[in-house]
């Protein structure tokens, strides 16, 4: 069963940056997908970002934003493969949200559709 922790929300003042952690665990592939979603309130669930995760030789790390947070928002992997982070900076008071950690093994399932999920951290931004 795969598990996924979410850490690394707070208060933080517009223009400020903020990092998050999601560490993974049972995984029982080598290719998959781990991605960032949030809900603000009142809101529906947003795709934020996602990277895609394969070795060998394939060896990919193709990575997804959406619009809202391209060019402010950085995803990435750590040494352990399991462990993904978003690095959120110029923040704004419309990222206000819970952030939602999720993974699945079909790279498709980018930005949306993941089968694993999650609890979430909440960010909120000051103005």
């Known amino acids: 069963e795969v598990q996924l922790q979410a850490s690394g929300g707070g208060l933080v003042q517009a223009g400020g940056s903020l990092r998050l952690s999601c560490a993974a665990s049972?995984?029982?592939?080598?290719?998959?997908?781990i991605g960032w979603l949030r809900q603000a309130p009142g809101k529906g669930r947003e795709g934020v970002s996602c990277i895609h995760i394969s070795d060998g030789e394939m060896n990919d790390r193709s990575t997804y934003y959406a619009d809202s947070v391209k060019g402010r928002f950085t995803i990435s992997s750590g040494d352990a493969r399991n462990t993904v982070f978003l690095q959120m900076n110029s923040l704004k008071p419309e990222d206000t949200a819970v952030y939602y950690c999720?993974?699945?093994?079909?790279?498709?399932?980018?930005?949306?559709?993941?089968?694993?999920w999650g609890q979430g951290t909440q960010l909120t931004v000051s103005s």
């Open positions: 049972g995984f029982t592939f080598d290719d998959y997908v």
């Open positions: 999720a993974a699945s093994d079909n790279r498709w399932h980018c930005p949306t559709d993941f089968t694993s």
